[in-house]
């Protein structure tokens, strides 16, 4: 059974910066694509940014400019950088992966609140 586990949510002031950590239970090799996605209260679960096998990354408008989605193979873990930070950026942040072979994984989630 494939585990991703998130780590590095928190309460964040306006202005702030967060580094979220998604650590896989298998080599991040075996993966497509692995992204993050976040959930506020009231909404749909919405893609944040996304990162391939190739290293092609992807973000959405709303987090453009201030997020870095990045890998450590060695370590078999994806991190999301986000700047700025915004009370809109205040959701559940869920870690997701796409295996080669096809299956699809979620974490956990971990808080993040921008609140001063």
């Known amino acids: 059974q494939v585990q991703l586990v998130e780590s590095g949510g928190g309460l964040v002031q306006p202005g702030g910066s967060l580094r979220l950590s998604c650590a896989a239970s298998i080599s991040i090799l075996n993966f497509r694509a692995t992204s993050w996605y976040r959930q506020a209260p009231g909404n749909e679960r919405e893609l944040v940014a996304a990162i391939t096998s190739g290293g092609n990354t992807y973000y959405a408008h709303s987090v453009e400019g201030r997020a870095t989605i990045s890998r450590d193979n060695a370590k078999n873990t994806v991190h999301l950088q986000i700047d700025s930070l915004k009370p809109e950026d205040t959701a559940v942040y869920y870690c997701?992966?796409?295996?080669?072979?096809?299956?699809?994984?979620w974490g956990q989630g971990t808080q993040v609140t921008v609140s001063s």
């Open positions: 997701n992966a796409d295996e080669i072979l096809g299956n699809t994984h």
